[in-house]
């Protein structure tokens, strides 16, 4: 059976700082039936260094940052509402403080970002917990990167035994079409690590989640928010709680597709289809004693349980007919 995908509905930022707006947004992927509700625990001073310079159409950074802080004494009441909601409250740690933090509130797993994947030193630290561990492989993070990694948690932990899953991701927000390069996940699956592979997705829309899924991502990691005109740079990019609903449908659907077929038929096929099938089919009136040819006989639909199957017209020809066959019948075992 095809193994259920963990599906993250990426909260983030996208509480502007409204104790109310966090608690929507956990109603939100409660309703669309998400596996876990992550937001972000950073602080500007240990994030960004001071006065850094604007990069990538973002302005004043340690303010902007500062701005969309996450209210740590938030976190254990965000937890102990998605405990009552029965969904997983998650939360990407940003320094080692956030790291105890969570562990103390008693959460599942610990995810790192993708800008944080490439340092040792929040990998490392995090890995300590024993917690599950959702690494995004994103920017500057190659294959030879992904080993790496591998080797900073097994300095903490033996990476055999361990619960380790790579995000592949893409680190622009958005992230254009061209840029999500889905076939690479399956290069980290191809180092044959004892990890899960999955996708953080960064597009407009809901189309990658369920493609990444179709091509064996285990984990999906999507940004949403209750509406992209509330003010915030998260807010643009992220999908609306009705898009949410509906990749979770669609995922939920291509886990459906993905299994093996058993035998030759299915149970939908079993039950009546199966008649759609060709069978050996005279073609014109055959006597007792004709030899069957390929001018009195051909193939074509239905097929019953005594009928000559079409596979075996080929073999039909030089018998001979046992009784009379009127033009136009399917031929039965029993009739050569």
């Not at 310079?53 to 950074?61: L, Q, R, S």
């Amino acid at each position: 059976m095809t193994k259920k995908t963990f599906i993250i509905a990426e909260a983030g930022a996208n509480h502007n700082r409204d104790f109310d707006i966090a608690k929507k947004l956990i109603d939100s992927a409660v309703d669309a039936k998400c596996d876990a509700v992550k937001f972000q625990t950073y602080s500007s001073e240990t994030l960004y260094v001071k006065n850094t310079p604007d990069f990538a159409g973002y302005k004043n950074i340690n303010k902007l940052i500062k701005d969309i802080e996450l209210p740590r004494h938030w976190q254990k009441d965000l937890k102990l509402y998605c405990d009552d909601e029965g969904i997983e409250f998650m939360s990407t740690p940003f320094d080692e403080k956030a790291v105890d933090e969570l562990y103390e509130i008693g959460v599942k797993r610990l995810k790192i970002a993708g800008f944080e994947a490439t340092d040792p030193r929040i990998v490392k630290y995090a890995a300590l917990t024993q917690l599950p561990l959702i690494i995004t492989a994103g920017i500057g993070v190659d294959t030879k990167m992904v080993q790496r990694i591998c080797t900073w948690v097994s300095d903490s932990r033996s990476i055999d035994s361990c619960d380790l899953t790579f995000l592949h991701g893409n680190n622009a927000y958005p992230t254009p079409f061209e840029d999500i390069n889905l076939s690479t996940m399956s290069k980290i699956r191809d180092l044959k690590l004892p990890v899960d592979v999955g996708i953080s997705d960064h597009t407009r829309g809901i189309l990658v989640p369920p493609v990444a899924v179709a091509l064996g991502a285990t984990v999906v990691e999507k940004h949403f928010t209750l509406s992209r005109k509330m003010d915030g740079p998260d807010h643009p990019f992220a999908i609306e709680p009705d898009e949410l609903n509906l990749m979770v449908e669609h995922i939920r659907e291509i886990e459906k597709t993905l299994g093996v077929k058993d035998g030759v038929y299915t149970k939908s096929e079993s039950e009546g289809f199966i008649k759609a099938r060709r069978s050996v089919v005279s073609s014109c009136e055959i006597k007792k004693g004709d030899i069957l040819t390929a001018s009195n006989i051909t193939t074509k639909r239905p097929f019953f349980e005594d009928n000559i199957p079409a596979v075996d017209y080929y073999n039909m020809i030089g018998k001979v007919a046992k009784k009379d066959i009127s033009p136009d019948s399917p031929l039965n075992h029993g009739d050569v």
